[in-house]
């Protein structure tokens, strides 16, 4: 199996992004242990196509995917976070306009310090 990504998917993946950054997954909040799972449960998703699934731990569940068709090939390993700081006062969120070239324009939680962005793009 080989990717071909698109960049005519564009929308899709911004729609997707989008999705994933809206889930506060904020793993310093034992409140926040249902989101958590939620977010764990995306990331797992979208590595469908490498047997995504999530694995339980003592703490917080990790998300393990593998794809081991390829003999003879490198191996490469993705490390990357789905949880996110705490927000800070949610009173003073602010959400943004991103305009994209293509004339869309898509909100994303501003205040949210994340990594998510890069861990949904390897």
Request: proline fraction near 10%.
């Amino acid at each position: 199996m080989v990717a071909t990504p698109s960049f005519d998917e564009g929308p899709r993946y911004l729609r997707e992004l989008t999705e994933f950054l809206s889930i506060p997954s904020v793993s310093a909040d034992p409140a926040r242990k249902p989101e958590m799972r939620q977010a764990a449960e995306w990331v797992a998703a979208q590595l469908a196509f490498a047997n995504g699934r999530v694995v339980e731990t003592a703490g917080h569940p990790v998300v393990l995917g593998e794809w081991l068709e390829a003999p003879g090939v490198p191996t490469i390993l993705v490390y990357g976070h789905y949880d996110v700081q705490p927000p800070g006062d949610e009173a003073e969120w602010r959400r943004r306009r991103s305009r994209r070239a293509s004339g869309t324009v898509a909100s994303t939680p501003a205040a949210r310090p994340t990594t998510r962005g890069r861990c949904s793009s390897h």
